[in-house]
């Protein structure tokens, strides 16, 4: 399809970006701590996917490639913004985490996860925090994130170890229960 987008074939350009639509729109979500900044994000990303789609590597991840042009355009948008993601608002993790039809008490515990989980993001550095959603959240290996950031892999695990480290004792401080977990 990328031969296809390339030889000026427009119209194969969605699908071939469909299935990573909403994967993009997650990571961007976790990024910029809300959907109108996310949507924002992902839709700059994709604009530069199109525009810059002869330089893809083909012998490489286009997901990846994509991830990498997200997390870049979330960069820019933080900077044009002049300021972080507003992390402690419970409402910045998608719904997408939510179990199908759950009842009052699953609402209200996943609810109490997803604020702390927020409110831990709040005490990242920006690049903690690309590492921690890439690696930890979005499951991507060392390799796949040191690629997207365009970092070294030495650089992701010193990153992830501070983040991991920082979000830790920030929620062992929040409910000092969870001390014992970790033992």
Partial sequence: MIAQVLAGDRSAFEPLVRPYRQPLFGLAYRMTGNREDALEVAQDALLRAYRYLGRCDLERSFRNWLYQILVNAARDFGSKKGREADWRSPESLPETM??????????????????????????????????????????????????????????????????????RDYLTAMDPSLAEVDR
């Fill in 98 to 167: 939510a179990t199908a039809t759950p009842g009052p008490e699953a609402i209200q515990a996943r609810n109490e996860i997803r604020s702390k989980i927020m409110s831990a993001l709040s005490v990242l550095n920006g690049r903690e925090r690309e590492v921690f959603l890439l690696r930890d959240l979005e499951d991507k290996s060392i390799q796949e994130t040191a690629e997207i950031t365009r970092s070294s892999s030495i650089a992701i695990r010193v990153h992830l170890s501070r983040a991991r480290r920082k979000v």
